[in-house]
């Protein structure tokens, strides 16, 4: 399940944030229309990242946005990758050596 959040400036821009399904569920069980909240931006020029949410906070607790690098969201394609090569590797190294 996805949940996104629509947050509103004061400027009245508005942003559609994807959340972390880990911490999200909480945070948006917990929300209602117009209350404030705490945001974190990504804010250093040059990065794809730039502007856009990382985090979300209301007065009881916080939940990551999906494009936060620690919110676990991310595929882990390239990590299951690297464990099939290593294992491949491992085990081509252990018969080798045992013939």
């Known amino acids: 399940m996805s949940y996104c959040v629509v ?3 004061n400027a ?3 942003d559609k944030t994807p959340l972390a399904p880990l911490s999200g569920l909480s945070l948006w069980n917990r929300l209602r229309p117009d209350q404030p909240l705490k945001l974190q931006r990504f804010v250093t020029p040059g990065y794809a990242l730039t502007g856009k949410i ?6 009881e607790s916080f939940a990551l946005a999906r494009a936060h690098p620690d919110s ?6 390239i990590n299951a990758f690297m464990g099939a090569a290593f294992l491949a590797v491992g ?6 050596r045992t013939q």
């Open 7 to 9: 947050t509103r400036t």
């Open 12 to 14: 009245g821009t508005r």
């Open 72 to 77: 676990g969201a991310r595929p882990n394609l």
């Open 54 to 59: 990382l985090a979300i906070a209301d007065d």
């Open 91 to 96: 085990l081509a190294i252990f018969v080798r």
